[in-house]
């Protein structure tokens, strides 16, 4: 009861005060309230790992109307948030010292990207795929982006299976097109610009300055490991030399030998 009483004469001076002086009262509420906005609502958001994407694009997802203790105790939150892009492979928030008052209202965002590799048709849609194989967004929308920096150089893929039928096959197929790309420009020197699945296992490979596709056998089980038929590959290419206009195709998709397809000669 004694505490009540209290409370009420309290307020009441409040009141009292309140209406001799509105405007201290005013500048008092404004003061807390700005103390409160830089002690608890502003934030520095640190970002690293950025290659592909903005920070424009990053903040968009990112939380920030939310509090500093809400983001002390929400890390994992805002992760799992930044991975529901495909763009993201993996996320972690941090603080950005390691004492709770050094740094106050400060956190490290730092995220691992997918970067755009091949540019395929699946289910009659062209797609924009990351080097591991995730889906990142129709073709047509990264042409929108308008930004060629991004989507540069990136390797065509056909014949790939139903993505909706099959996502399983799908997702080997551009794995094996990953590894394939990086065995044979190691072994051959010559940069991918696109392949083909032929069916088999086989692959048919376009590199730059070539013409004409090579066939090789990429099935994990293949009698002739693929590196071995990169060198083949450099091999015939040098043998080839000063005739590489006439031919059509080479095959090497065979255990001991590869075949020549030459163009044919107009009578």
């Known amino acids: 009861m004694r505490a009540l009483f209290t409370a009420l004469i ?3 001076f409040l009141v009292l005060q309140y209406l001799d002086n509105p405007g201290l009262f005013r500048a008092g509420a404004q003061v807390a309230s700005e103390w409160w906005q830089r002690s608890f609502q502003d934030k520095e958001v640190r970002l690293e790992g950025l290659k592909w994407l903005s920070r424009t694009e990053i903040e968009r997802v990112l939380p920030l109307e939310r509090s500093v203790v809400w983001w002390m105790l929400n890390g994992p939150v805002i992760q799992a948030k930044l991975a529901e892009s495909p763009w993201i492979g993996a996320a972690s928030v941090d603080r950005c010292g390691e004492s709770l008052l050094s740094e106050w209202g400060c956190f490290v965002v730092s995220v691992r990207e997918r970067a755009p590799r091949f540019l395929a048709v699946v289910d009659d849609e062209a797609w924009v795929i990351s080097d591991d194989g995730s889906f990142l967004l129709p073709a047509r929308s990264a042409m929108q982006e308008n930004s060629e920096d991004r989507y540069r150089g990136l390797v065509t893929i056909e014949g ?3 993505r909706q039928q099959s996502p399983d096959l799908v997702a080997s197929q551009v794995a094996l097109a990953s590894t394939t790309i990086e065995t044979l420009e190691k072994a051959v ?8 699945f032929e069916g088999r296992g086989d692959l048919s490979v376009s590199f730059e300055r070539i013409s004409f596709p090579i066939v090789f056998a990429a099935a994990r089980d293949a009698s002739v490991p693929l590196g071995e038929q990169g060198q083949r590959c450099t091999k015939l290419l040098a043998q080839l030399n000063g005739r590489l206009s006439e031919v059509e195709r080479i095959d090497l998709a065979f255990s001991q030998v590869g075949v020549v397809k030459f163009k044919s000669q107009p009578r």
């Open 189 to 196: 020197k010559l940069k991918v610009k696109g392949v083909v």
């Open 10 to 12: 309290i307020t009441v």
């Open 160 to 162: 790939l299976a139903s």
